[in-house]
C-alpha cells in the first residue's frame, strides 16, 4: 500500500492526467476498498482497525476527486503548481463572460419549459466543449495556466446547470 501522503493518481495507480478511464479508476477504487476494509484488521487490534479506517477514508476521497471532471481538473491544476483560487481569482474571459450573460438573461427571462430544456442542451454542450478542452491543455499542451480559466468556466457551467435545473424542476 503507499503512503497516505501519496497524491490520488499515485494512490489508485493511474497517470496524472485529465483523461481517465471511469471503469479502471471504479475498479482500482473497489480493489483498493476490499484491501483496506476494517474487518480484514479484527484480529490485529484497535489500531490497525483504525489505520484501516484512515485509509478507507482517503481512499473514497480521492475516488471523489478523481471521478467528478471539475475536481479532478482543479486537482491537476493544483499538482502541477497552479491552484484555482476560485475565491480570489475570478478572471474570464470576455467571450465567456458575455455567454454568461446571455445564459443568465435567458434564465430569468424564460418559465416556457421548451426553451429552458433548450438552454440546458446549450449548458451541456458547452460543458462538454470545456471539459474537452481541459483533456487538450492538461494532457497534451501541458498548458496549465489556461487550464486554470476552464476550470473556472467550469465551475460556472456547473453551478448554473442546477440553476436551469432548479427552474426546470419547478415548471414540470
Known amino acids: 500500500m503507499k503512503s497516505l501522503q501519496a497524491n490520488d493518481f499515485e494512490l489508485f495507480e493511474l497517470p496524472q492526467q485529465f483523461a481517465l478511464d471511469r471503469a479502471q479508476l ?3 477504487w473497489k480493489a483498493l476498498q476490499r484491501e483496506v476494509h476494517p474487518d480484514r484488521f ?5 489500531a490497525a ?10 481512499i473514497n476521497e480521492a475516488y471523489q476527486r478523481l471521478k467528478d471532471p471539475l475536481k479532478r481538473a482543479a486537482y491537476l491544476c493544483e499538482l502541477r503548481g497552479q491552484p484555482v483560487n476560485a475565491e480570489s481569482n475570478t478572471t474570464m474571459p470576455p467571450a465567456f463572460l458575455m455567454q454568461q450573460m446571455e445564459w ?4 430569468e427571462d424564460t418559465s416556457d419549459v421548451a426553451a429552458l430544456e433548450n ?3 446549450d449548458v451541456a454542450a458547452e460543458r462538454s466543449r470545456v471539459q474537452q478542452s481541459l483533456g487538450q491543455l492538461l494532457d497534451v ?19 448554473f446547470t442546477t440553476e436551469v435545473n ?3 424542476d419547478q415548471h414540470s
Not at 501541458?142 to 465551475?155: E, I, P, S, T
Open 26 to 28: 471504479d475498479e482500482r
Open 42 to 46: 479484527a484480529a490485529q487490534g484497535a
Open 49 to 58: 482497525q483504525r489505520m484501516a479506517m484512515q485509509w478507507s477514508v482517503r
Open 104 to 107: 443568465r438573461e435567458a434564465l
Open 119 to 121: 438552454l440546458a442542451d
Open 141 to 159: 499542451q501541458q498548458d496549465v495556466q489556461a487550464a486554470v480559466g476552464q476550470v473556472r468556466a467550469l465551475m460556472f457551467i456547473e453551478r
Open 166 to 168: 432548479a427552474k426546470l
